[in-house]
């Protein structure tokens, strides 16, 4: 047929070991779909390979049985009649011993056995011939190490699906599987070789039976990998990793109770080593063992665990923690051991297990007796000598986890120790019942390792009954009679009186004490209400009298805060009530009493964390919140305190309290109010000058008002600003309807600070706008911004640049008729005519142009020869330019040509005519420096992410990529004026302006026009060097460079002036006023030796001279960049001499 | 007595790497003719510095280079100060003829295994001795044109010889090594029968650490040496030279000098004046005197003046120029020469 | 009908077996005979051979001085005829002698002497120069 | 790949985790000084890397860092900042010298070109860590020996191999 000799090809393609491996693969793959598509049968495939199977030669008969393995593997899905499958068998399985051709025999075996019975699957003797052989043929270890994989593989294989067929080779399988395993290295091999050994143990449970007799042979082979210990952390291309590899091996481990005898001792003993992971492996080993193994085998052991667990916890116990930064719920926070926690996990196992005959050794240990008994002698942490201490802590482990295992052992040890303790410390039972109602008893020492161990029992059973529904338990009758005893003795730790003021633990343990008892739930153990509320008051009283100890004012907020939560999130009514009244309330109370003593700000402070604990009592909270900004508001004029505090409360409002609530989803009805109250208060509070005298209150009032507004819908806002408008207007000066005929108040630049208050803080209300929000008479507003503006309102710019960035424009149609449009806006902006009457009055004029007018725009090119006017209108074009930037619009392009123009201006010859009254000082008609300033700051402007206005937060349209484009439109117009710019001031002006741009440009623009932009850019860092106030700008300028450097595309543009740029960083590497700097550039230093040598090279010796200073910087960081750049450019080219 | 103090007249720059050592030229300084020392370095060149007569500021007249392929260690002026013979790393020793200002190599003398560490001319200007790493030193004969002709290869120390030098007056050579001995060598019977005549080192109080350079007073009695083990020590011989009949004078430890530097100790030369100066890894130069005030087991030699900080790096070199009013130079690890003058 | 087909592949083993092992022992037999032959050899070869190379200088050196013999420096003939008395004096025969080193190094020292009043850059390649290159 | 377990040499100690420092420098300590200190040259000296042309490792993927091996411990290194001096004590895992000397001549070469000139370093190996150690420290501390091996290619090869950066 055609086929054999296009087969032959095929198979000699694949025999023949010179051809590529793709070329194999491909033939393979032929062949393959030769027989999936019955071309060729398989029978026929096998007379075809006849000569090759049968060859001497070794190498060609391998590749032929690979083949046949392979072709099989690939055509699992196809059907085989038993006959054949049983001869392939037969075949392969007789190849084992054909050591040469080892390869393709277990491939083949592997691939059917792997059949599914489908698709006709080995017989179950068949499976058992191939294991035969495979033990009688192959020596494991002596195979490399993919033929040990594919041993392995095999052997689990028949394991996991054949094992009542082989299940009779009893010693020879378990011998075979041992002498595989001996001695196997691989990470992947041992993988397979463990889990063999579990299914061992599944295929001979019987505990007297077969493999108990091999137990000892078999755990021979696990032993010497135990601890798991790779000598090189695995990367990457190894796939196990030590933890699974670890878990394998356990579960080998704790595969049969039979290994009990060997197991145990060994891990016993691996405890006790010093390795690390030795200890950490042994504790999992042994939990996870002895919950397989079972109660009674592990019964003899638990003495000698218990002890080594008592010794481990000695040693790897830290510390205690006795801070509240840890959550709150648990018990005490030590410093995270790994070998710590899987101690107690064991411990709790074994209790778990056998809780009697564990509760019984804790019980009667020597050590926990000491403690309890000597208990009495515990009176100050810091008295207490460091061996009880880190036995008290270790006791205090163990209670904590047999308090919160079961409910017996809880018992127990609530029983025998708790009350023992409590004997020993004189509260009888007798007197605790005494105690019932909540009777003070006689102030009793403290006792601070009483208490100690109080808390872990506590939080250990405060867990237990989370998970138990059983109530009424023994230990809860006892602690229910002694929660009165615990109060008090919890309390008196925390008492600060004149000789004492209790140390870092003790306040820990009362506060966390107190905390504990009140965070009980009230089903399960109900600490009669007079207790809890005791907690709160003590809780209070320290609040509002102790501020004076920081630690402990602290750790009982926070325990404030939990206990709230808590109530909260359980609703405990009952509880909850308490709680209201007896803090809440007392809070709020604080706020408005000025008697007492606690300072403001930590009122504040306890105010925000009480809120916290729930939005109920959040609202509660800014209500009372409120009324105090407000009444201070009011008095501010009147006394001074008021004044700070008004600061504060807002502050505190507009920085944590709106925040929780937008984040916990709430409540904008009470914002909008608050927004529309402060325009209330507004009006009456600022009739006075003084709170604006000084600007922190103003400053306090617009944030909030910003951020009010700001999170606020359409709705709500159109209701603020309908009000701050009507304020604006009934309160001020302004004449807003005819803004445009008045004179403002006599004088030059006079407007009353009252009006510029509520001015301010409607420009922040504006700022916050949405886009869609209505603006009422938009034009009038326009008219006011920009005259104010001129007197050098900044907000009141930002207002106006935030209004032009979010009104429609005509293009995309404005919905309503009278709502005023981008356009007509900015036509009243740039062509409203300002006049100047000759008293300096300053005014809008809105009849035919007269010849003494100006617009804007000629002021900002100081036209009037006044300085101050000046800056301000180019400081308030540039916002009004954000604005437009932001959004995309085109006037940009117009702006920035005023900008620029005052940079170069002193060129410039006066155009427009003059005004009377600057006609006898025609020199000075040029843009004086202070303005000039300004111009290149408003680059700065129109670049940065303002903080305050204009961007996402304040709803600002923003288009996507605008800064790239306004970097590609400024680029060459800057480019050609420093090229043309004859004197060096402008020059210097020009490319300040410019490094505000290309710094706050993204880098991939930047990037494409590296090569123009080298060489302005270094004249930049040059000029920036000379003033310190510049370090800033440098610092990002140089960012930009280093950006260049290590960018791929950058590096060709450096290429030709690497010279330059490698001098110019030589004299950045010691520039004294920033680390970063100095940082930086040596890092493109080191970017550039990378460039090629040739170029680089005759510069080596200047950078390895510069650097060699470096080496001795005052900086850390940056020696170790003069490290890497010396190592980089030393090794440039051949020289290997030691110091250059 | 008056307050001595160690001025510095010149630093000189132009070395790229750090300078190993110096060598006034004994053929000037006198008679008009401008002083002249030439200088090598780790950076493969020699270096020919010339004092302005009207300025006594010195100037690199010549910068002998690409005949070495190493670090030149070592430079020796022969007596005639006609010949300048360069030692190297590159295993080989170069003489460099002064033929009008221009200085052209005339020979290159090869033999040695590895480094070449120190060259020295006898006082005649007859022999020529190099020493290695490779624990031999060589002693060549001067020969018509230039030529140099191995006498004889003397093998003895143990370790890498550090330093060789004549006898100021006689043809006895000494090497010191990092074996910690100092051998010497003379010929017995005029049959290039070179033989070690004598080894100092540990039992007869020697240094306990490499021995790094030697020197000689004027008179040639004394010898000062200075070491790895922080100190200097002074030996002195009663007949310089060869007695009668061939037997030769043994020499013997007269005094340590300890806790003077409190690093290696480098170099050490003996001015003409009376006056060694030490120079060390500790950055400093220190100059010591006989001892003359004569009180009882006072110190045979007191320190005259210390310099700390006189380079910025280790000091490796220090020699005083000839003639009666010397100048001191010293070369350091930091590239520089700097040259020193004793003023009171 | 499938057996069949494997049959000759399955017992294949046996009839290549003896033709094998037959192999492999004769093949053992000669290599390890040689190995034991260039063993014993190496030791003594080495030695021979840079004797045989400096004697073979002096053989050319001597000669050539017969020739003419103003033709080296007197230096060089004593040097020459000092080397030639050790190659004499080296006890071939008796290995165990404990000069053999001794007089091994003086000889190298004498030729390496020679060599450089010669000016030629004779160099014996058995020659073990720089021990290893990583010795500083 | 194959990678050994612990009862293959050499043994390699978990890294001990250094405390970082906080590297950002606040405007307000602009100008104060940080002297060089034990745990700087530490970190210069820690990554080192020797490959496996010195220690029969089979694979050149994972060289040891002079830290894994314990040949220095921050313990082992001393410095004055004042008098310009530091000390290192390193411990050869390989009793083999030219492998102790190879070392210290890196750790030299490390610091050497490292440190701020001004700088005097000894290198030394740690008490009975070595068969030679007397040889080894004389070696090292020779500056002749050493700048004359660095002049010598294949030695200066060998060290550069042995200062490449780790890989992980």
């Known amino acids: 047929m055609a086929e054999t000799t296009q087969l032959t090809r095929h198979i000699e393609s694949y025999v023949d070991s010179s051809s590529t491996p793709s070329h194999q693969v491909a033939s393979l793959d032929a062949i393959v779909l030769l027989i999936k598509t019955n071309a060729l049968t398989l029978e026929a495939l096998v007379r075809e390979l006849d000569m090759y199977l049968t060859s001497t030669d070794t190498l060609i008969r391998s590749r032929g049985i690979l083949l046949l393995a392979e072709v099989l593997t690939r055509i699992n899905s196809i059907s085989l009649d038993s006959k054949t499958i049983h001869s392939l068998v037969g075949f392969f399985k007789e190849r084992m011993a054909d050591w040469k051709a080892v390869r393709g025999a277990l491939v083949g075996c592997l691939a059917l056995i792997r059949r599914k019975s489908v698709v006709g699957m080995v017989t179950g003797s068949d499976a058992k011939s191939i294991t035969q052989s495979f033990l009688q043929h192959l020596q494991v270890q002596s195979l490399g190490l993919y033929d040990r994989k594919l041993c392995f593989e095999l052997l689990d294989y028949l394991l996991e699906h054949h094992v009542d067929s082989i299940a009779s080779l009893e010693e020879d399988l378990i011998f075979g599987i041992c002498e595989a395993i001996d001695a196997e290295k691989d990470p992947e091999c041992l993988m397979l070789a463990f889990h063999i050994v579990e299914s061992l143990a599944r295929l001979y449970p019987d505990p007297s039976g077969l493999l108990a007799s091999f137990a000892r042979d078999v755990f021979d082979l696990l032993e010497p990998y135990f601890p798991i210990h790779f000598t090189h952390q695995t990367s990457g291309d190894t796939h196990v990793q030590r933890d699974d590899l670890s878990r394998t091996l356990m579960s080998a481990f704790a595969s049969t109770p039979v290994f009990e005898p060997f197991v145990i001792p060994l891990l016993l003993q691996k405890l006790s080593s010093s390795l690390h992971s030795a200890k950490i492996d042994s504790l999992q080993y042994l939990r996870v063992c002895s919950s397989k193994y079972g109660a009674e085998r592990i019964a003899k052991y638990t003495g000698a665990i218990w002890s080594s667990l008592k010794d481990t916890l000695y040693t790897y116990l830290g510390e205690p923690d006795f801070s509240f930064t840890l959550a709150p719920t648990d018990g005490i926070n030590f410093p995270k051991s790994e070998v710590v926690v899987e101690a107690l996990s064991l411990l709790q196992q074994l209790i778990v297990q056998n809780s009697s005959q564990l509760v019984s050794l804790i019980i009667d240990d020597e050590d926990v007796n000491f403690i309890t008994n000597s208990i009495a002698s515990y009176e100050m942490y810091d008295t207490i000598s460091v061996q009880e201490k880190k036995k008290l802590h270790a006791i205090g482990r163990i209670l904590y986890i047999s308090a919160k295992t079961s409910i017996p052992s809880c018992n127990a040890v609530f029983q025998s120790l708790f009350l023992r303790m409590m004997d020993k410390l004189g509260f009888s039972a007798s007197n605790i019942d005494g105690l019932q109602n909540g009777g003070i008893l006689a102030s009793q020492s403290v006792n601070f390792g009483f208490l100690y161990l109080c808390i872990e029992l506590l939080s250990g059973c405060r867990e237990l009954v989370i998970l138990s529904d059983e109530k009424r338990e023994t230990y809860c009758t006892i602690l229910h009679s002694s929660s009165a005893v615990l109060f008090n003795a919890f309390g008196s730790v925390l008492a600060v009186t004149a000789d004492r003021c209790p140390s870092h633990p003790d306040i820990y343990i009362g506060v966390k004490g107190l905390q504990i008892l009140a965070m009980f739930h009230l089903d399960v153990f109900p600490i009669p209400k007079s207790t809890f509320e005791n907690i709160l008051k003590k809780f209070m009283s320290i609040i509002i009298e102790d501020f004076g100890q920081t630690v402990l004012w602290n750790a009982t907020l926070k325990a404030l805060f939990h206990i709230g939560s808590f109530v909260q999130k359980f609703s405990e009514s009952e509880k909850a009530m308490s709680y209201r009244s007896f803090v809440v309330d007392k809070i709020m109370e604080m706020l408005s009493l000025d008697d007492i003593a606690l300072p403001f700000s930590l009122k504040v402070e306890a105010l925000y964390d009480i809120g916290m604990t729930g939005m109920k009592n959040m609202l509660t909270i800014l209500q009372a919140m409120e009324g105090a900004i407000f009444t201070n508001l009011s008095e501010v004029h009147s006394n001074l305190t008021s004044h700070e505090t008004a600061v504060q409360l807002l502050e505190c409002y507009s920085c944590k309290l709106l925040p929780w609530i937008l984040k916990n989803g709430g409540a904008e009805e009470f914002v909008v109010q608050f927004a529309v109250d402060i325009w209330n208060q507004a009006g009456n509070c600022m009739d006075f000058n003084s709170p604006f005298e000084d600007k922190g209150l103003l400053d306090a009032m617009m944030k909030a008002m910003k951020v009010s507004v700001g999170c606020c819908s359409v709705e709500s806002q159109n209701v603020t600003i309908q009000k701050a408008y009507s304020t604006l207007s009934s309160h001020t000066k302004f004449q807003l309807n005819d803004v445009g005929r008045l004179p403002l108040t006599s004088g030059k630049y006079d407007i009353s600070p009252r009006d510029e208050g509520i001015l301010l803080l409607f420009a922040s209300v504006i700022i916050a706008l949405r886009p869609k929000t209505h603006i009422p008479n938009i034009r009038g507003l326009l008219h006011l911004f920009i005259i104010t503006l001129l007197k050098g309102v900044v907000p009141v710019a930002q207002a106006l640049g935030s209004m032009l960035n979010k009104l429609t424009s005509k293009s995309n149609g404005a919905e309503k008729s009278d709502e005023l449009t981008l356009e007509e806006a900015l036509d009243i902006i740039f062509n409203t005519k300002i006049w100047f009457s000759s008293n300096n009055m300053l005014q809008i004029y809105n009849g035919s142009s007269n010849g003494s007018d100006i617009v804007l725009t000629d002021l900002c090119l100081g036209i009037t020869n006044d300085r101050l006017l000046q800056s301000n209108a180019i400081c308030g074009l540039s916002w009004i330019g954000k604005g437009l930037l932001l959004r995309g619009h085109e006037k940009i392009k117009d702006i920035t040509m005023i900008f620029t123009e005052c940079l170069i201006s002193d060129r410039r010859k006066t155009s427009v005519p003059l005004v009377e009254g600057s006609l006898e000082n025609t020199e000075k008609q040029k843009c004086d420096p202070l303005a000039r300033k300004c111009a290149t700051e408003a680059f700065h402007v129109l670049m940065s992410d303002a903080e305050d206005c204009l961007n996402r937060k304040f709803h600002a349209t923003v288009r996507p990529l605008y800064k790239q484009r306004f970097f590609s439109s400024m680029m060459p117009i800057f480019l050609q004026l420093i090229s043309r710019s004859d004197s060096l001031l402008s020059r210097s002006l020009l490319l300040r302006a410019f490094a505000h741009v290309m710094s706050d440009t993204p880098l991939i623009v930047i990037l494409n026009e590296a090569k123009k932009l080298i060489p302005v850019l270094l004249d930049c860092l040059f000029m920036l060097t000379e003033d310190i106030q510049d370090k800033d700008i440098l610092y990002g300028l140089l960012l930009v460079l280093s950006g260049m450097l290590t960018e791929k595309n950058g590096q060709e543009a450096v290429i030709e002036n690497a010279h330059i740029i490698i001098n110019g960083l030589i004299k950045l590497v010691d520039y004294p006023h920033k680390t970063l700097v100095r940082e930086t550039a040596i890092q493109c230093l080191v970017a550039l030796s990378e460039l090629p040598h040739v170029r680089i090279y005759p510069l080596r010796t200047q950078v390895l001279q510069a650097i060699f200073k470096c080496l001795d910087d005052t900086k850390r960081s940056v020696r170790n960049e003069a490290v890497k750049c010396r190592q980089a450019w030393a090794s440039i080219a051949s020289s290997r001499s030691l110091r250059f | 007595m008056e307050r001595l103090e160690l001025k510095e007249v010149q630093k000189l720059e132009g070395h790229t790497d750090r300078v190993w050592s110096l060598d006034w030229n004994p053929a000037t300084g006198h008679a008009g003719i401008p002083l002249v020392f030439a200088s090598c370095s780790g950076d493969k060149t020699v270096r020919i510095w010339e004092q302005n007569l009207s300025t006594n500021l010195f100037s690199c007249k010549a910068t002998l280079e690409e005949t070495h392929t190493r670090t030149v260690r070592s430079c020796a002026w022969s007596p005639s100060g006609k010949l300048l013979a360069t030692a190297s790393f590159d295993a080989t020793t170069a003489i460099w003829e002064n033929v009008g200002g221009e200085f052209e190599c005339v020979s290159t003398l090869e033999g040695h295994e590895n480094e070449v560490k120190s060259v020295s001319w006898n006082a005649s200007g007859t022999l020529l001795a190099t020493c290695s790493r490779d624990k031999s030193v060589w002693i060549w004969e001067v020969q018509p044109g230039n030529e140099f002709e191995c006498v004889s290869v003397l093998q003895g120390h143990t370790q890498d010889v550090k330093m060789v030098r004549w006898h100021p007056t006689e043809d006895i050579l000494f090497s010191c090594s990092y074996d910690n001995n100092i051998k010497v060598w003379a010929d017995e019977g005029d049959s290039d029968d070179w033989q070690c005549v004598q080894t100092l080192g540990e039992p007869n109080n020697g240094h306990t650490s490499t021995v790094w350079a030697l020197s000689f007073n004027a008179s040639g009695d004394k010898m000062v040496t200075c070491s790895d083990d922080l100190t200097l020590k002074v030996w002195e011989t009663e007949h310089v030279g060869m007695q009668s009949g061939g037997g030769f004078a043994p020499w013997r430890h007269v005094c340590t000098l300890t806790g003077y530097h409190d690093r290696t100790i480098f170099s050490v030369h003996w001015s003409r004046g009376g006056i060694f100066a030490s120079g060390a890894a500790d950055d400093a130069i220190r100059l010591f005197v006989e001892n003359n005030e004569s009180q009882v087991d006072g110190p045979l030699y007191k320190l005259l003046l210390k310099k700390e900080k006189a380079h910025d790096m280790d000091i490796n070199y220090v020699q005083w120029s000839h003639g009666e009013k010397p100048l001191l130079a010293s070369a350091s690890d930091d590239g520089t020469i700097k040259v020193w003058d004793l003023v009171s | 009908m499938m057996d069949d087909l494997f049959d000759s592949a399955v017992n294949f083993e046996e009839v290549h077996f003896k033709k094998g092992y037959d192999e492999g022992y004769s093949h053992g037999l000669v290599a390890g005979k040689d190995e034991g032959k260039q063993v014993g050899l190496k030791i003594g070869f080495e030695v021979g051979e840079e004797l045989g190379f400096y004697s073979g200088c002096i053989h050319i050196w001597t000669s050539a001085i017969q020739i003419d013999p103003r033709c080296f420096s007197s230096r060089a003939k004593t040097a020459i005829a000092q080397m030639k008395d050790l190659i004499q004096k080296y006890p071939l025969m008796d290995p165990e002698d404990l000069q053999v080193q001794e007089i091994m190094d003086s000889l190298r020292l004498k030729f390496k002497m020679i060599c450089s009043l010669l000016h030629v850059k004779l160099h014996y390649n058995g020659y073990p120069a720089e021990a290893n290159d990583t010795q500083f | ?168």
């Open chain 4, 1 to 168: 790949m194959v990678s050994g377990l612990i009862n293959e040499n050499p043994v390699i100690y978990e890294r001990k985790q250094r405390q970082q420092r906080s590297t950002q420098s606040l405007p307000a300590d602009e100008y104060t000084v940080e002297p060089i200190d034990q745990q700087e040259i530490f970190d210069i000296l820690f990554f080192f890397f020797l490959n496996s042309i010195f220690l029969d490792i089979k694979d050149p993927e994972h060289p040891y860092s002079l830290e894994e091996l314990k040949v220095i411990t921050e313990e082992a290194v001393e410095v004055d900042d004042q008098k310009s001096y530091v000390r290192v004590t390193f411990t050869p895992t390989v009793e083999h010298c030219s492998m102790a000397t190879i070392i210290g001549l890196c750790l030299r070469v490390k610091l050497l070109r490292s440190l701020p000139p001004r700088y005097k370093v000894d290198i030394r190996v740690a008490p009975g860590s070595h068969a030679t150690e007397a040889a080894v420290n004389k070696q090292l501390n020779d500056k002749e020996r050493v700048a004359a091996a660095l002049e010598n290619p294949n030695l200066v090869d060998m060290v550069d191999e042995c200062l490449a950066p780790s890989f992980d």
